[in-house]
């Protein structure tokens, strides 16, 4: 199913694709999101934007995709299940559609207590793969689920996220494929520091022919510091990052280490890039979006191609 994606585009002509992501405001500020857009524009294929990442509250996510796409950029929505009952879900994707946004990304979300919210209700209707399921069908079928037709389905490009290093290790690619099964078209993956294990992953994956029918995206993140690296490897579940990882940032001067992340970032997209089934890289520079075209220039990756939508 062809969509307006440029994300779409870029893969279906053979283009190694770029995205990164941009982290909306806390706040009603819309010159933040414009801040990054022109920090982003000409460097990435498409921008996701996330919705009240961590559990913590930012400007909406459709909201923000507009003001990306009113500045020439492919937004991607990015729509969690945490706070949204299916009837929400379901509002909201005929709304981003209708407002020109073509990529949408799929998620659960984190867990409302890692936020500034924790005593909030948490939703949770349904989970990630049957969100992928209902905008498929809306999309495709040009149905609801409760079998009613649609005036105008929703014409999105459909991702999701995958995390090659939770436990058990085992089930990744089999979790993989049911989000395949339920209609994914293009995923992100989970911060890659530990490339071994991760071309461990996509053997498996590539035994189950996944590569073949969606385009694999490997997420990377640049490392500020050492004490980032620590922390991430302590507090943040499923991210593997091997301690040679976090002895060449602790090994390098302080005042160095920001340089020495995006050594590494750069490095391990080189590597990625010759990973089969790999289609393209996510960049997430956590709210250091300005160090994103330095790392896509370093990695090699520009020009970015012109698509035609």
């Known amino acids: 199913m062809k ?45 996701n934007v996330t919705d009240n990442q961590t559990s913590v509250v930012r400007m909406a996510s459709i909201a923000s995709c507009v003001m990306l796409k009113e500045m020439g950029l492919e937004p991607i929505v990015q729509m969690v299940t ?11 994707i005929l709304g981003a559609a209708g407002l020109g946004l073509n990529a949408i990304l799929c998620l659960s979300g984190d867990h409302q207590t890692f936020g500034d919210d924790p005593d909030a209700k948490n939703v949770f209707d349904i989970d990630s793969i049957q969100l992928i399921e209902l905008i498929r069908m809306m999309r495709d079928e040009g149905k609801f689920p409760s079998g009613k037709e649609i005036d105008g389905p929703p014409k999105l490009f459909i991702g999701a ?15 993989l494929a049911k989000k395949v099964d339920a ?7 989970q911060c890659i520091y530990n490339l071994e294990r991760f071309e461990t992953f996509m053997d498996a994956v590539r035994k189950l022919g996944l590569h073949e029918q969606i385009k694999i995206m490997a ?41 020495k992340g995006i050594e590494i970032c750069v490095e ?30 370093k990695a090699g990756l520009l020009p970015r191609p012109e698509v035609s939508v």
């Not at 993140?221 to 602790?250: Q, Y």
């Open 3 to 47: 969509t307006a994606s440029r994300l779409e585009r870029v893969f279906e002509e053979g283009h190694f694709a770029v995205t990164t992501e941009c982290g909306p405001p806390r706040g009603a500020n819309p010159e933040v999101i414009r801040k990054k857009g022109e920090l982003l524009r000409g460097f990435v294929d498409a921008v």
């Open 268 to 297: 391990s997209i080189r590597r990625l890039r010759q990973v089969e089934g790999i289609a393209g890289v996510h960049v997430m520079a956590i709210e250091w979006e300005k160090k994103v075209p330095e790392i896509v220039e």
């Open 161 to 175: 996220a995958c995390n090659p290093f939770a436990e058990p290790f085992e089930i990744r690619p089999i979790r």
């Open 82 to 92: 945490r706070d949204r009952n299916r009837i929400s879900l379901q509002s909201d």
């Open 219 to 259: 997420g990377v993140t640049p490392l500020k510091s050492a004490g980032m690296a620590k922390f991430m490897k302590k507090n943040v579940a499923g991210m593997d990052i091997p301690d040679e990882v976090i002895k060449r940032m602790a090994d390098t001067p302080k005042e160095e280490q920001a340089a």
């Open 183 to 189: 209609g994914v078209e293009f995923i992100q993956t």
